[in-house]
């Protein structure tokens, strides 16, 4: 969104709220241009997705010791690769 500095000075919060939301902003003020942005930038899209841990019903359960042994390979092969 490109404002002049009168309607920021007008529509401060709102502005900078959405500002806050990941809404770019800028302000233009005698011909040069600001951007507002936040410190720490919104989570949004799949960066906010929680995951979820899936355990296929038919397959073994997380507390089978056959499974957790071939968890701790693979970790280790990945892990000895870095």
Avoid: C, Y
Wanted: no cysteine; proline share 10%; aromatic share 8%.
């Amino acid at each position: 969104m490109d404002v002049p500095i009168s309607q920021f000075r007008r529509d401060l919060f709102r502005l900078v709220d959405q500002a806050a939301e990941g809404e770019p902003l800028t302000i233009t003020h005698r011909g040069r241009r600001f951007r507002v942005l936040p410190e720490t930038p919104s989570r949004q899209g799949l960066e906010a997705l929680t995951p979820l841990a899936i355990v296929n019903p038919k397959g073994p359960g997380l507390d089978d010791p056959a499974w957790k042994e071939g968890m701790i390979r693979e970790w280790e092969r990945d892990w000895s690769e870095l």
